[in-house]
């Protein structure tokens, strides 16, 4: 594989900038297509456009419009990378086979896709004979990238009977950076801070760059302030961002019923029956916008750890649940430009329904990349698990439940139990609570003779809490 070196200008996505360049100067002549998707504002384009940059190639972004606007547009684009002019192409099986004559080797990336196939069903089916062993692309070292971010459209292409279905070599999701990505992209030490800004804005780069100017609390006694002057500021594009990242979805059309499930999710309704019983709907009502949302990847379905057949929803990008926790309530306030009153009256939603489920998933994601001495062995799961006590008829809720890969024939093994606190110090109490899930867990049949009782902490701990509990702090999280 050829090197190419990362631009210095380029945060962190080295192992995205390793795929891409990986695909792009394969060797093998049956490497021809990538598909490369990613919820808007997550620098796909910054990306494929330093690579572009890196090694020649062609670069087209498609735009909402009718399909002869837009093969007039890739006419002109074309025509001015091999001296100006312009082509008149009278349909895409035209323009591809010209697009193969002028770019015979490099990089083509065809950024926001799906406006192209929207305005033209055939076009993937076109891709599929232009990539065939007769196709245009025969004998070419060029490389195709379709790059978007409608994520239901995206992850079609490749999907059942799609046309594309078995061309790709590359199939790459650009996500959010991670919480502690995050916190050095935004410049931010203080691991306290680095969480309650990451519980809004998540890992996005685009909402430091472009929304925000980058503008960053310089301290926690300045969190509030930016709050006011950033996510809460009507002047500010951050504002309305919520409301267009569910707008720009194709496949969502009437936005009320899914701003009603995913108002549900963030106010911790996050089971099926839960949130159609919020909402006032039937349970066979609301699989068609659940459907929709997981498609769209702003939704995620998590199993119990536990409870086979259980699940539970999360939201998957934290903006939208500060919006639909804090903003939504307060949306007549907020336009009137009465931030002040509608943050105060916010507060402690947002630290029960914002801050404490987020640090419960940035806890869960640190388990997961915990090295093998952390629990005894490298996990093979980490979900948040319910356990039922018949005899106090009641059940107990794991925040962090680590668990074995699975052996075909022993017991699954559990590796540890966490219990989860933003705001609290945690006590014996916390401890004792896991101990009794540990015991009925041992009563089921799970195997939990090394199991490590946790405790996660954003507020600390007592000294009383016994040594053989594993303390995780929020410095540690962030180290």
Request: with cysteine; glycine share 8%; charged share 25%.
């Amino acid at each position: 594989m050829k090197s190419v070196v990362k631009p210095t200008h380029v945060f962190d996505r080295d192992r995205e900038w390793a795929g891409l360049v990986r695909f792009a100067t394969s060797p093998s002549p049956d490497v021809r297509l990538g598909v490369v998707s990613g919820r808007r504002r997550q620098g796909k384009t910054f990306l494929l456009d330093a690579l572009v940059r890196e090694l020649g190639g062609f670069f087209f972004t498609a735009t909402d419009e009718t399909e002869s606007e837009a093969l007039a547009r890739f006419g002109r684009a074309l025509a001015a990378r091999t001296g100006g002019g312009r082509y008149a192409f009278a349909n895409w099986d035209e323009a591809l086979e010209r697009l193969y004559i002028d770019v015979p080797e490099g990089l083509i990336v065809i950024d926001e896709f799906p406006y192209l196939s929207k305005a033209s069903p055939s076009l993937p089916s076109l891709i599929q004979f232009a990539l065939d062993p007769r196709g245009y692309a025969r004998g070419k070292k060029s490389r195709l990238l379709l790059c978007g971010s409608a994520m239901g459209v995206m992850g079609r292409l490749l999907a059942g009977n799609a046309p594309l279905r078995g061309r790709a070599s590359l199939e790459l999701v650009v996500k959010p950076l991670d919480y502690r990505a995050s916190a050095r992209f935004w410049g931010i030490e203080d691991p306290r801070l680095a969480l309650l800004v990451h519980s809004i804005v998540g890992g996005t780069p685009a909402y430091r760059r472009e929304f925000v100017a980058g503008d960053a609390p310089n301290s926690l006694d300045d969190f509030d302030d930016w709050v006011l002057r950033t996510v809460l500021n009507p002047q500010i594009p951050l504002f309305r961002e919520a409301r267009y990242l569910l707008a720009e979805e194709t496949d969502i059309r009437d936005t009320a019923i899914y701003h009603a499930v995913l108002g549900a999710i963030a106010s911790g309704n996050a089971t099926r029956g839960g949130i159609a019983n919020h909402i006032g709907r039937k349970s066979p009502d609301i699989g068609h916008p659940l459907a929709v949302l997981e498609d769209s990847q702003l939704i995620a379905r998590e199993a119990d750890a536990f409870r086979k057949g259980k699940s539970v929803f999360h939201i998957r990008e934290p903006l939208i649940v500060f919006y639909e926790a804090v903003m939504r309530r307060e949306w007549t306030r907020l336009e009137r430009g009465m931030p002040e009153a509608a943050w105060h009256d916010s507060r402690a939603t947002f630290l029960s329904q914002v801050v404490g489920p987020h640090f419960e998933s940035v806890c869960r994601e640190w388990a997961m990349s915990a090295d093998a001495e952390v629990f005894g062995e490298l996990p093979g799961e980490v979900a948040s698990g319910t356990v039922a006590d018949p005899h106090n008829r009641t059940q107990i809720e794991v925040d962090v439940a680590v668990l074995a890969r699975e052996e075909h024939g022993r017991p699954r093994r559990v590796l540890s139990l966490g219990e989860v606190k933003w705001d609290k110090v945690m006590a014996t109490g916390h401890v004792e609570r896991l101990r009794r899930a540990r015991d009925l867990l041992s009563v089921k049949g799970y195997d939990t003779s090394r199991t490590v009782l946790a405790c996660y902490s954003g507020a600390g701990f007592q000294a009383d809490i016994p040594g053989d509990v594993r303390l995780v702090g929020i410095e540690e999280l962030y180290a």
